[in-house]
């Protein structure tokens, strides 16, 4: 493929086609996948319970951390979701808390009926596909990479995904931001450098 024209029509289509499969995981298996998941973060990242933590509400099939963050947030860490303010745009994250009112946000996808905004110092980001370089293929918005681009520091983004999203290539372009580490049934990788180099700032919440 040679020009950006090819790759959106390669990835709407490889997009669609994971989706599909991943739709098709039996309940049963994505609740191992999350335990799974969940115990590498713990063993891997400890430091989560430090921090602020963003991530999705679960979506199409994605790995639940509803339970595995609210288990952090009694160990102290916070926590926000992903909320677009406005279409095509930064994303924002609001503080997010267990049994706190929501509403619905874009795509239905609930979010925190109040906002107060925060700047997580980890991101567990949701991968439909996914390369070794650490590129994500995601849902086509773009909001992920526009709110990477323009924030500092830059959190640690962990990408979640599962194992039959991993592909050869998603084909980058200069947009694209890859992810510090990929986080799979099949195990927890760093993308580049040594970890002990990487570590997950001990950062609370803030305005």
Known sequence: ?????????????????????????????RERIRAVVTALLEERLPELRNGCI??????KGEVDFRRFVGDAIAGGAQAALP????????LEFWAWRPRMKLQRGIWGIPIPAERRVV?????????????????????????????????????????IGYTLGRLETIHPQPHDIPMDAIVT???FAWVAGDPALNPVPDRKAGR
Do not use: H, Q
């Open 83 to 90: 909320v677009v303010v406005e279409r095509a745009r930064p």
């Open 119 to 159: 700047r997580p110092s980890v991101l567990l980001v949701p991968l439909i596909g996914f390369d070794n370089a650490g590129y994500r293929l995601g849902y086509g918005g773009g909001y992920y990479d526009r709110t990477l681009a323009v924030t500092t520091p830059k959190p640690l983004t962990i990408g």
């Open 1 to 29: 493929m040679k020009n950006w024209d090819e790759i959106k029509a390669w990835r709407r289509e490889t997009r669609a086609r994971l989706l599909v499969r991943r739709v098709a995981v039996r309940l049963a298996e």
């Open 54 to 59: 963003g991530f999705c509400w679960p979506f």
């Open 185 to 187: 049934e099949d195990g």
